[in-house]
């Protein structure tokens, strides 16, 4: 795209991805509001620009079926006259996906859809469509997220309204496991296998690196705090240096056997060190959904 907007309208149908972009949008330097009601956004689309020092940030605004009062007729209506008084750059961006891979993925996250509490996935998506089918029509940019994943939505929002001198350079932490193969654009890549295994405590196998007890239990390991520093203090020095170069995106991994314990909570803890740095790394757990197995875990000698 040639300019990017202003304000970016980001609405689509439910399960298509629209926390993703928004999220993917925060960390490349937007301002982001999600739901707003329609009353607050007619007065948010009508407010003046604030001056302010150094690069505008550019806002995000999330819109959807379960947004209060959505109308997408009205939504239409304010966002055009926005344009007409030309003061602001104004676009939306509209998220799709087929009904088939919509259907999957509720049933796989068992997630109720929000025009379907009571029914089946497949009516609420359907009722969804023919709602938001005005919005499709006349939203300038759609994207099909049928074929993306999480990670893969949000390399492409990172391509399409990344901009210079805001939120650069585009980092990411990544938690993989081994057993499913490296992932393919890591930059820097981190083994915590050294560290104890929580898949082989019982009480801890079903939880994940997110969960308090399984982050305390590999916390723990007399090995952790020594290394884990050392890996944020060498990160902390060599950002600047791939910044200073130009480089735009940094993609860092963390892996471990099955990507569901160790390297998800270092991935966790490494992303938080960076933001209280200045940094806005984006987080992806690759393998986080993936099925516990033993066989792929090997042994728990020592443990």
């Known amino acids: 795209m040639n300019r990017l907007p202003d304000i970016l309208l980001v609405t689509g149908l439910s399960g298509a991805g629209k926390s993703t972009v928004l999220k993917t949008l925060e960390d490349l330097g937007w301002e982001v509001v999600d739901n707003l009601p329609l009353s607050l956004l007619d007065r948010l689309l009508r407010a003046e620009p604030v001056p302010r020092e150094g690069p505008v940030r550019p806002l995000a605004i999330g819109s959807g079926a379960t947004t209060r009062d959505f109308v997408p007729s009205a939504i239409i209506e304010q966002v055009e006259r926005v344009r007409a008084a030309g003061k602001q750059e104004i676009s939306a961006l509209f998220l799709d996906c087929a009904p088939d891979e919509l259907a999957r993925r509720y049933d796989e996250t068992r997630r109720r859809h929000p025009l379907a ?94 969960d308090d007890d399984v982050a305390a239990y590999v916390a723990d390991d007399p090995a952790y705090e020594e290394v884990i520093g050392k890996i944020e203090d060498l990160l902390l ?44 790394p984006t987080v992806v757990h690759r393998d986080l959904a993936a099925v516990p197995h033993d066989a792929l875990e090997g042994r728990p000698d020592g443990q």
């Open 117 to 210: 509490l009571d029914r089946p996935a497949r009516e609420g998506i359907e009722q969804e469509r023919v709602l938001l089918e005005p919005l499709r029509r006349w939203a300038p940019r759609l994207i099909d997220t049928s074929r993306y994943n999480a990670s893969e939505l949000a390399q492409r929002i990172r391509a399409d309204y990344a901009r210079p001198g805001v939120g650069e350079p585009t980092i990411s932490v990544c938690s993989f496991g081994f057993a499913r193969g490296l992932p393919p654009d890591a930059d820097l890549v981190f083994d915590m296998r050294f560290l104890r295994n929580p898949h082989w405590d019982p009480e801890l196998r079903p939880g994940t690196g997110l």
């Open 237 to 280: 020095s060599v950002l600047p240096r791939y910044r200073a170069e130009g480089k735009s995106y940094i993609n860092i991994a963390f892996g471990c056997t099955g990507g569901r314990h160790r390297s998800v909570h270092v991935a966790e803890r490494v992303a938080a060190r960076l933001r209280a740095a200045g940094f806005s």
